[in-house]
């Protein structure tokens, strides 16, 4: 089952069902109005929205009609939690590698992870409004899920079964606030500013064979300015799969349903796949060359991020974004 | 005014508004039924509310009914947003004193800020339940705002308009979890569970005058086990008020209605005033005597937060909860 939010003026915006191949859509009201609607009693109304499925991907609905990607703002507009792993360790051991920095051994079983704002997501097409280029902007393509309640102390393969959407996301990420940010060991706050999501959230059972092991075994492209920057395998090479992060989160707490919890950057050890932020190219480079190269995004730039599923169709809808001041007119 | 959320067996619960004495309530239905409502549509539902709140005052409600705290959960039961702040320098520089650190000139100047989880909150009567003793349960009595939308780059005095409601909160923490977790370097997440709440959150102008300068000056009492070990005056010494704190978050992002944002805990630099945490208690005992001696709390400890006003009658209420064991019948 494939669901979206289309704009409607309210803050939570109006759900609907899309179509498998992204092409049509319909209105989930009379079964439910709010994707968080959907998320509080899973067990009631998705089998309701499957039905509307269903009947949409055979065409047998009088009021469908034409799905736009830039008519949708994030499948959840705001959400009770965003938690967002690093669960690509290679991402992980580039940054410090080029820090001239040993990784811990407690990073390789432990994963890392920090509590983002979830006041205020993007839409995948809304432009991403910085005061300035000076604080470094990069993207960060990534996968995340959407969960249901799941219970304090709960095992990764327990937690796993807690998984109800999964989405792309855009992390925007501020670069050169962060050094200055985490000497105060506090963690990310300023330099983590609102994060972009997918047009359509889709159940596990779209993906088919893709998602086994809790990890997603398609790869993610990214292409910045209309070229090809990162086309990364999101499936082997996830250190932690989604049970074991949520699990994570579920250490001292419940986990209550509508929490997004994301992968952190998708990255591989094979160079040549590219890169899904560009703090990661740096990295390389600085490896490679002693500094790095690739400046951050400016305003102007774009950034799209996809992923095709097997049969090479889209899977989730495209991010599409412009880097804007915040200053120019809206 | 001053509103409540009481328990329905629903997530969000229903919105009731209580009397300036906390003696009577009176549900807020044809109003608005849940708190983030009335937050999402300030200018339009408050007034409606305030005007129930009057009647209700005057005693001129057929429907009125005893105000039971213990029927609470948080006035917020699940948020957005809930960014901590630290707010008290005091805090700061007894535990970096306690460790032989310097507290760093920024410290004075930037605000100490992480994102909290806020998709589980305890209610004020609520057991706070843990996996285990051994993990360092320590309480941390604040005071906390929460926010109407507010601005990307907006100054401390524009963001400080945004406030529109107070709340006393408990910011659970597990000690002896963060070492490992600050070395990471992602701040913190485990060591921070779920937050318990007053059970009514309040509009400035129920403070009077001692709501000036975006702090309240009054004191915030804790008693552990029936024992005051707090009196903390949490105006005068609170480094950043509220709208530096505000200000923070919208440094590099929108804040939305609905944001929950504390001072961390309230903190003077006149011992005899007592702690609003353990921890701190701890600290200056290493300061005094090179160890700590007072131990965390155990499975049974209780804890009771409350704030008096001028007129010394309870402002929020009191938050008092029970430390239990996750493992002991619910």
Redo the contacts between chains.
Sequence with gaps: MKLATYKDGS?DGQLIVVSRDLSQAHYANGIATRMQQVL?DWGFVSPQLDELYTLLNHGKLRHAFNFEPKQCIAPLP????W?NG?AFINHVELALQARGAEV?E??YV?P?????????FLGPCEPA???SEA?GIDFEAEVAVITGDVA??ASPEQALEGVRLLVLANDWS?RN?IP?E?????????????TAFSPVAVTPDELGEAWAKGRVDLSLQSMWNGRKVGQCEAGPEMTFHFGRLIA??A?????????IVGSGPVSNKDWKNGYSCITEKRAIETIQDGAPKTEFMKFGDSIRIEMKGRDGLSVFGAIDQDVVS?HEEQ
């Design positions: 803050r509080d705001r959400a009770y939690q938690a690093s811990p407690s990073f432990d890392l992870m920090y509590q983002g704002g979830s006041d205020d409004r910085f005061v604080m304090m102390g501020l606030l200055a985490l000497a105060k060991g506090f963690g990310f706050f300023q330099s983590n500013p609102a994570h989160i250490k001292t707490r419940q986990v209550r349903a509508g929490s915040l």
